[in-house]
T-cell receptor, first 116, second 118 residues
Framework: AQKVTQAQTEISVVEKEDVTLDCVYETRDTTYYLFWYKQPPSGELVFLIRRNSFDEQNEISGRYSWNFQKSTSSFNFTITASQVVDSAVYFCALSEAGGTASKLTFGTGTRLQVTL | GAVVSQHPSRVICKSGTSVKIECRSLDFQATTMFWYRQFPKKSLMLMATSNEGSKATYEQGVEKDKFLINHASLTLSTLTVTSAHPEDSSFYIC??????????????FGPGTRLLVL
């Protein structure tokens, strides 16, 4: 069975600090996909990134970066120079590969509070 | 691209009434749609998966007669909460994916519907 663990329930930082959100996953599949979604107070889930299991390259997008390490089954998310607008709940998710039945398994989410 | 809308965004109803929530993909073909439920400060719980033109597949513990799902077209899925009760009050979110594109694994989410049953 698939499982996603986000051990950090809540994180509070001051603006301009860097912050890393941890995500550890479990799966027996050799091919799978990892995702990060942002849920601001409005409730809508915003897609941030998708990574497949064969691509361990780290990715950077502006102030966001992701570190995927299969050896430790982790897919951590770092926000550099955090801003108040980054305040949200962030979900890490995992899906098995292919087909029409792929489902997302979500972690419990990490609530990030960025203050001035 | 990849915009999903939901209607209504918020609904308050009396106990015993039925409520229909619509989920639309605005700029792509939603070959598969998913319905989730989220309790306050909790994660998303998958309720069911629906493929266009076929019956929905419900997750264990989800009553299919209570949560009716219809996915009659490639851009619209509906969730009807029948004979709603206060315990059905929740945040319902749909998502959609298009298996005929390269990024077929990504689900795009609607803005959600807050249901309050009095």
């Amino acid at each position: 069975a698939q499982k996603v663990t986000q051990a950090q329930t809540e994180i509070s930082v001051v603006e301009k600090e860097d912050v890393t959100l941890d995500c550890v996953y479990e799966t027996r599949d050799t091919t799978y996909y990892l995702f990060w979604y942002k849920q601001p107070p409005s409730g809508e889930l915003v897609f941030l990134i998708r990574r497949n299991s064969f691509d361990e390259q780290n990715e950077i997008s502006g102030r966001y970066s992701w570190n995927f390490q299969k050896s430790t089954s982790s897919f951590n998310f770092t926000i550099t120079a955090s801003q108040v607008v980054d305040s949200a709940v962030y979900f890490c998710a995992l899906s098995e590969a292919g087909g029409t039945a792929s489902k997302l398994t979500f972690g419990t989410g990490t609530r990030l509070q960025v203050t001035l | 691209g990849a915009v999903v809308s939901q209607h209504p965004s918020r609904v308050i109803c009396k106990s015993g009434t039925s409520v229909k929530i619509e989920c639309r993909s605005l700029d792509f073909q939603a070959t598969t749609m998913f319905w989730y439920r989220q309790f306050p400060k909790k994660s998303l719980m998958l309720m069911a998966t629906s493929n266009e033109g076929s019956k929905a597949t419900y997750e264990q513990g989800v009553e299919k007669d209570k949560f009716l799902i219809n996915h009659a077209s490639l851009t619209l899925s509906t969730l009807t909460v029948t004979s709603a009760h206060p315990e059905d009050s929740s945040f319902y979110i749909c998502s959609a994916r298009d298996i005929y594109v390269a990024d077929q694994e990504t689900q795009y989410f609607g803005p959600g519907t807050r249901l309050l049953v009095l």
